[in-house]
């Protein structure tokens, strides 16, 4: 946080009145501090707020960018623990390799797009605010359970305003759907996408509608499919292989059934 000293500092003067000043300063958007604090240091040494509108975490071979609209640094640097401080306000897209996220203060981010996994700690600082519309995940580490990756109904009740969800490694379990079904998502769902589902047991398509006819848009995207088994067993590979063809079956079938309700749905509003 930059600081400097006020004391004899000239009262600011401004064209406009007091109240709507006052205004002014209650209503700023992040975006409209940038502007005022290229105008005047009088407004940073009112609000003593850093922002950064886009934050990206790029692989060490990528250039850097340091700027208040847009800011791009390596998982390596260490100037990137010092951002925890800074108010991070529409978007956070890591594409560098797995390292240490700051544990953010201030963070009210619209779109989360991860790579790979993240902790709980920091998944839970990231969406905190309940202001991510668009999430775009390989899967989150941790929580309750330190040692498991966590399931999805966790990491979707932490974005109840979020429009699409995109979870490319998606851990379920046998409560997943019910503990869905009796959750509240504040948003209807125009993208929803569950990518290698582990625990297909655990799937019961009659639970899953009952969410998905709760939470999604007529013409939503809705994509489930399985985590496949690795066919390279020397001595059961062609029955590995039959197992992943019926879950490949199953995959369509289920897709199939959920676009036919989707198209009944319509019909019906």
């Not at 639970?207 to 985590?227: E, G, M, P, Q, T």
Request: aromatic share 12%.
């Amino acid at each position: 946080m930059l600081t400097f000293n006020t004391n004899g500092m000239i009262l600011q003067r401004f064209a406009f009145k007091s109240p709507i000043m006052d205004y002014i300063f209650k209503n700023a958007k992040p975006e409209h501090l940038i502007k005022l604090y290229e105008c005047s240091k009088y407004f940073y040494a009112k609000f003593r707020l850093n922002i950064i509108r886009h934050l990206q975490i790029v692989p060490d071979n990528e250039a850097e960018i340091f700027d208040p609209t847009s800011t791009s640094i390596c998982i390596s640097n260490p100037a990137l623990q010092k951002l925890q401080d800074f108010w991070i306000t529409d978007s956070v897209i890591h594409r560098g390799p797995i390292g240490m996220f700051p544990l953010f203060s201030h963070c009210t981010i619209k779109k989360l797009e991860l790579l790979d996994y993240i902790l709980w700690e920091e998944f839970a600082c990231l969406t905190k605010a309940g202001t991510i519309e668009d999430l775009k995940i390989k899967g989150v580490y941790g929580g309750e359970t330190l040692y498991m990756y966590t399931s999805i109904e966790k990491i979707i009740a932490c974005v109840p305003n979020a429009t699409s969800i995109e979870i490319s490694e998606s851990f379920i379990t046998s409560t997943t759907w019910n503990t869905l079904i009796s959750s509240n998502h504040n948003v209807k769902l125009s993208n929803f996408v569950l990518q290698n589902i582990t625990h297909f047991r655990h799937l019961n398509p009659v639970l899953i509608w009952a969410y998905l006819n709760n939470v999604v848009d007529l013409h939503c995207n809705v994509r489930l499919d399985f985590k496949l088994f690795p066919e390279e067993n020397f001595f059961y590979a062609e029955e590995v292989r039959e197992l992943n063809e019926s879950l490949k079956r199953l995959e369509f079938s289920i897709s199939e059934t959920i676009e036919l309700l989707l198209q009944e749905k319509e019909y019906r509003s």
